[in-house]
C-alpha cells in the first residue's frame, strides 16, 4: 500500500478474551489489520485469531509473554513483517493479585508479578514501539498508544493492594510517554475501566453488579468488554483529535465525588 491507502496495524496485547479481544474486534471493524497476543499459541489464541480473520482483515497470532523484555523487539519485527508498520499499540494485558486478603499480608511473589506485567511490561513494550515508530518515516495515519489500566489507579481495594499500586505506576507511565511522545505527533492515552464482566472479575462481579444497582455506579450497571473495546477503538481511531495524555474514566461514574 502507499501511504496514502495505508491500513493502521494494531497489536492488542493479552487480547485472546475478554477486554483485550473486545478491542481487537472493535479495531477490526475499524479496518485495522491486527495483531492478536496471548501468553502462549494455544486454542484459545487460535480462536480468537480466527474470529478476526472472519471480519475480513489481515490477522496474525502474536504468542509471547510480554514480561519478556528482551524479546519485545524481536516480537514487534515479526507481527510488521507480517501486517506493515505498526501504528497502533493497546497495552491491555494485566493480571490480578494472587489472593485477596491483609495487604499486611501480601508476598513478595504476588508484588513483583502485578508489578512486572501491569506496569513493567508496559512501559517497555511501549519503549520498544516507540523506538520503531521514530526510527521510520511515518506515514499520515493516526499513531497512538492506549493502555487499559484500572480504577484502581486511583481507587484503593484494600484487599487487592498490590494491583493497585501496580495500575497506578501504568497511569504514571501513560503520562510520561504522552510528555516524551507528543513532539512526535504520537497521541497516549489511559483508559481505566471500572466494574467490568471479564474472567477475571467473575469471582466478585455478582457482589458488585448489586452494588452497581445499588448506587455504586451512576448507570447501575456492570460494565461489558466490549464497552471498552469501543472507547479504546475510538481513541486508537484518532476520533479526539488534539487530546494525548487523557485519562478515560471508563467507569459509569463510579469515581464521581458526591455527597
Known sequence: MSGADARPVALITGSSRGIGFAAAEALA???????????AEDDELQAAVARIAALGVPVVAAAFDVTDISAHDRHLAGIEAALGPLTTLVNNAGVGVMQRGDLLAVSEESWDRCQAVNSKAVFFLSQAFARRLLARERSALFHAIV????????????????????KAAAAMVSKALAVRLGPEDIAVYDVQPGLIATDMTAPVIE??????????????????????????ASLASGRFPYTTGQVISADAGMLVPRF
Open 207 to 232: 457482589a458488585y453488579a448489586r452494588r452497581a444497582a445499588d448506587g455504586l455506579t451512576l448507570f447501575p450497571r456492570v460494565g461489558q468488554p466490549e464497552d471498552m473495546g469501543r472507547i479504546i
Open 147 to 166: 493502555n487499559v489500566t484500572s480504577s484502581n489507579a486511583v481507587a484503593v481495594a484494600v484487599q487487592r493492594a498490590e494491583y493497585c499500586a501496580s
Open 29 to 39: 471493524r475499524e479496518g485495522f489489520a491486527i495483531a492478536v497476543n496471548g501468553p
